[in-house]
């Protein structure tokens, strides 16, 4: 299975900041790779797909690059709405995988 | 629109078993891959399977830790998917949702969740 390496496991920002949110897979995986934000209680919800595509309705603070196999999720001026837990996903493989995911927590 | 509705999650005991079922609308099922995935209390997400559309003959894969337990099934009929698992186990407790899903695409769309307790 492709292993997904998120970084880092938590985070505390206040509302405002600029914040990245890094994911490393194993191997290539042809920018098969999805963003999802994910609020107690609820299902996730997807953000990015194909690495840097805005999932619609997403607002555009909300961004994603890839570099190799390092995938990057970016939040360019934080929201109350925002804090959650964000998980990566690969999805090259038919044996999807996730990132550990990672808590955003307000300072 | 699209909607995605999990059910039959209850509390069994290890050694037992499950179906759970996951009812959609908006969308014609046989036409989509659909996955289970799951989150254990306080843990990340695990995909647990997949059922491929009509046109790939409903194929399945499963990961590892519930292959030759746990069994997806649809009804195109009735636009609804199903899980059945069996020989649970405690580490089996998790919230388990259904997602629509793609050759080469992520999971757009997820229900609500059904969570499935297995102690004794």
């Known amino acids: 299975d492709i292993q997904m390496t998120q970084s880092p496991s938590t985070l505390s920002a206040s509302v405002g900041d600029r914040v990245t949110i890094t994911c490393r897979a194993s191997q290539s995986i042809s920018s098969c790779l999805a963003w999802y934000q994910q609020k107690p209680g609820k299902a996730p919800k997807l953000l990015i797909y194909?690495?840097?595509s805005l999932e619609s309705g997403v607002p555009s603070r909300f961004s994603g690059s890839e570099s190799g196999t390092e995938f990057t999720l970016t939040i360019s001026s934080l929201q109350p709405d925002d804090f959650a837990t964000y998980y990566c996903?690969?999805?090259?493989?038919?044996?999807?995988?996730f990132g550990q995911g990672t808590p955003l927590e307000i300072k | 629109e699209v909607q995605l509705v999990e059910s039959g999650g209850d509390l069994v005991q290890p050694g037992g078993s499950l179906r759970l079922s996951c009812a959609a609308s908006g969308f014609t099922l046989s036409d989509h891959y659909m996955d289970w995935v799951r989150q254990a209390p306080g843990k990340g997400l695990e995909w647990v399977g997949r059922?491929?559309?009509?046109?790939?003959?409903?194929?399945?894969e499963y990961a590892a830790s519930v292959k030759g337990r746990f069994t997806i099934s649809r009804d195109d009929s009735k636009n609804s998917l199903y899980l059945q698992m069996n020989s649970l186990k405690t580490e089996d407790t998790a919230v388990y949702y259904c997602?629509?899903?793609?050759?080469?695409?992520?999971?757009?769309?997820w229900g609500q969740g059904t969570l499935v307790t297995v102690s004794s």
């Open positions: 194909k690495a840097s």
């Open positions: 059922s491929r559309n009509k046109a790939n003959s409903y194929t399945t």
């Open positions: 996903q690969q999805y090259n493989s038919y044996s999807i995988t």
């Open positions: 997602a629509r899903s793609g050759s080469y695409s992520p999971n757009a769309y």
